[in-house]
């Protein structure tokens, strides 16, 4: 008798890599990741609004966002690991909440998985995004082999933001 089928995980940020998860948790052991497909979540976008104080600033959540995509990594997990796999993404970026999105794997298949992402902040955000954040996304992207043109875009969005933030800084002194 065989158990409950495996339950489809979308990783887009940084659970795409298991080494950038080890790296950011530091001596917490990580649940073994399998390589996963590479995939989009179709009509969502990324919205960095989501404070996270041990970010420094403002992390991603995945919104509604028809005609959007979000590039990562559909991962097939046994069910008895979800509730580590849980508590990795929390961990990692205050993903505490479990949302369905529609996913399209390389090879042209779509159906629902499930995804992690933070909760809608209560109140208007506030504070700098993260650049630490978007540096290990870039990070976690390279290192899961995402398309060179995705990981080129989440590099520049980094140090576009980097060097907005230090000229607002510059600025108030």
Known sequence: MSGPPPLPWFAFALSLSPDVARERLRNLPVLPLPDGELAEALDVDLLYDAQAAEWGGRVARLVDAPGRKVLGLLRRMPA??????ARLESALAQAAEERMVRVRTASGATLSARAFTPPAPGQAPQGVVSVAFLEAHARAAERAFLPAAYVERLQAEARI?????????DRIR
């Open 161 to 169: 933001v980097q060097t907005v933030q230090r000229a607002q800084a």
């Open 80 to 85: 008895h690991t979800w509730t580590v796999v």
